[in-house]
């Protein structure tokens, strides 16, 4: 199983358009510092990939990994689809950007298809340029993204948060944000993605524990930290995100996982993070735990 980092950033990326906080303002000094909204690109099948949410870069995201550029014919394109890990404008909005598709699988939560098909008129408003092929993406069992079988995924609710233009929604069911399991049932190994994580139940310890990699949310370095940006009153914890350190902070249970490779990822503008060069990185290396390298290429 082979996957494309298509992004690190949380909503807004790095530099965020109306913020001139540090984070932001070096990443306009500095163009390596920037970076996209968090996404993945994972190879299903020869010439197939599908995208994991749908930012507002993958237009970009698309034009800056070469597999994913189109051809041999005029309009194929190697994007067979996109996954849903919740309804999000950061992570759905890209669709919009997907019209020119012949069509599009887009697998998602009934609960994230409500809303998005209500809330955003998703399918009202692609209707007349492409097909969406809308498929349940269950958390009760694994369903295969090629032909072959070879990759599999399944969904694993981590999360009751509702975007904000679904505070009034009524969609089927609760499961507003799920981590994915991508298993490759060629050698087994499997990686678990959950850029937004608000709790951690037990069932969601065992999935990391039984992963060969994560992908975890790192919006928050703490969880004072979006009060002492000066940005709302809200913590960490409150806007739906488990900070990476502090009393009950993922990087404490991410450490004994010595056997798991642990990447961070979907960093806020302004958590310290976003500067490779902060002494934070430090602080993780010696947990052996890392962060996302934009645009890498990861196997499991």
Known sequence: MRLRVLGTAAGGG???WNCACPGCAAARARPGLRRRHASLAVQAGDGRWYAVNATPDIAEQTEAFAELHPGPGLRDTPLAGVLLTDGELDHTTGLFRLREARGLRVLATPTVRGAVTEGLRLDA??????????EPLPTDRAVPLDEEGSIEVRALPVSGKRPRYAAELDPPGADWSVALCLTDRRDGRTLVYAPA?????ADFDELVRQADCVLLDGTFWDDQEPVRAGFGTRTARQMGHLPITGPGGTAERLAPLTGVRRLYTHLNNTNPLVDPDAAEHQVLAALGIAVAQEEGVITP
């Open 125 to 134: 408003v692609l209707g007349p340029y492409t097909a969406l092929r809308w």
């Open 197 to 201: 994580l608000a709790d951690w139940p």
């Open 14 to 16: 790095v530099p965020q």
